[in-house]
């Protein structure tokens, strides 16, 4: 941790949880015992971020198109995501995380809903670092519902189409009011988006891993940050042009 440059560090990391079944396979246990310690990895990675101060943290968690996983895993998953809510609200409080969540959570069983929203209400005052979980959570459906607020905005006169830029788009997005991600970690070795935050990943870092996620912990996290700092974010311009603007 001492190696990092606080003066480099993302304001956003971005996370594709990947891997739990293969780690369970691995291990010669049934998937959802992978999943059980994926949980244990996103404790200890949220715990990190919030020493290292990093103070957006976003975890795929759930994509809309994990319900076509068998009946008995998406239970499961629900059931971890209800258990992992209910027993971490006493650790955001204390931490001063806040949690918010992108994705169509309506759909998701009651339960989890509920306890969802009691957990969002409860640490909405908190400000050291704000946790998003995206559950149910895919970017086209999510590009789509701003397009249609858009179209039925401009149906009935309230906006003009030339008024419509990346700023008013990005407002209507899931992630309204939060900075893009500047670091995307995907674990397990797969070189892939998977319908996470499209329009928001424009300029973001790619950090592909073989660990599978729930051996994912402080060391790998520490890994990837380094492997950050050592990019050059060039926006489009040149490294000469980047070198001046910084002496
Ligand atoms: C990620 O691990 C967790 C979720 C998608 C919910 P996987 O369950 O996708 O693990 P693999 O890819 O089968 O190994
Ligand atoms: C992406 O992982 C979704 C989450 C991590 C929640 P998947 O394992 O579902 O992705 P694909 O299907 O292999 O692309
Ligand atoms: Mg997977």
């Not at 968690?61 to 998406?74: D, T």
């Not at 998701?108 to 929203?117: E, I, M, S, T």
């Not at 990005?170 to 992630?175: P, V």
């Not at 891993?209 to 990837?224: I, K, M, V």
Request: proline content about 3%; some cysteine.
């Amino acid at each position: 941790m001492d190696q990092l440059d606080k003066t480099n560090l993302p304001r956003h990391i971005a996370i594709i949880m990947d891997g739990n079944g293969r780690w369970a396979q691995n291990h010669s246990l049934g998937r959802i015992a992978g999943h059980r310690e994926g949980t244990e990895s996103v404790r200890s990675i949220v715990e990190c971020c919030r020493r290292i101060g990093i103070p957006y943290l976003t975890l795929y968690a759930f994509s809309s198109e994990n319900w076509n996983r068998p009946e008995k895993e998406v239970k499961a998953l629900m059931t971890l995501l209800e258990r992992y809510l209910k027993s971490e609200l006493k650790s955001m409080m204390r931490n001063n995380i806040r949690l918010l969540a992108i994705g169509r959570t309506g759909a998701l069983p009651p339960r989890v809903k509920a306890v969802l929203d009691d957990t969002v209400a409860k640490t909405a005052g908190n400000a050291a670092m704000t946790l998003i979980l995206a559950l149910n959570y895919g970017s086209h459906d999510e590009i789509l519902q701003a397009v249609r607020t858009i179209a039925e905005e401009a149906g009935r006169r309230a906006i003009d189409s030339a008024s419509i830029t990346e700023e008013s788009f990005a407002a209507r997005l899931h992630t309204r009011g939060l900075p893009d991600p500047d670091l995307l970690i995907r674990t397990s070795g797969e070189y892939r988006l998977s319908n996470f935050l499209l329009w928001q990943m424009a300029y973001t870092e790619f950090y592909f891993t073989e660990t599978l996620w729930p051996d994912f912990r402080e060391e790998q996290l520490l890994e990837a940050l380094l492997e950050y700092q050592k990019r050059e974010r060039r926006f489009g311009q040149t490294s000469a042009q980047l070198q001046k603007t910084r002496s």
